[in-house]
């Protein structure tokens, strides 16, 4: 069974930095994908940023120069620091993962969301 696991979201002031964590657990043969989203209140879930399985990057418009992404191949586990955050990146965060685990096809999970609330 695979899990994935977030940690990091909170509350922080505009201008303030959080780092969020992912961390797919459990028999997992190959990881292709690993990104995260984030849903506002009353908004669709958008892509916010991604390694893609050729293990390049990607990130949308609004966060380049403030976010940065990053994995540790060893831990399976994918990193979100966002720095210089505004108001308008108040939203559940998750993350996702396209994998196959042992036994199983591919297909992507889903972590359970993280808050990140920026207000002062």
């Known amino acids: 069974q695979v899990q994935l696991v977030e940690s990091g979201g909170g509350l922080v002031q505009p201008g303030g930095s959080l780092r969020l964590s992912c961390a797919a657990s459990?028999?997992?043969?190959?990881?292709?994908?690993m990104g995260w989203y984030r849903q506002a209140p009353g908004k669709q879930r958008e892509y916010v940023a991604g390694f893609t399985s050729g293990g390049t990057t990607n990130l949308v418009d609004s966060v380049k120069g403030r976010f940065t992404i990053s994995r540790d191949n060893a831990k399976n586990t994918v990193y979100l620091q966002m720095n210089s955050l505004k108001p308008e990146d108040t939203a559940v965060y998750y993350c996702?993962?396209?994998?196959?685990?042992?036994?199983?096809?591919?297909?992507?999970?889903w972590g359970q969301g993280t808050q990140v609330t920026v207000s002062s």
């Open positions: 996702n993962v396209a994998l196959r685990p042992l036994g199983g096809p591919r297909r992507e999970y």
């Open positions: 459990g028999s997992i043969l190959s990881i292709y994908t």
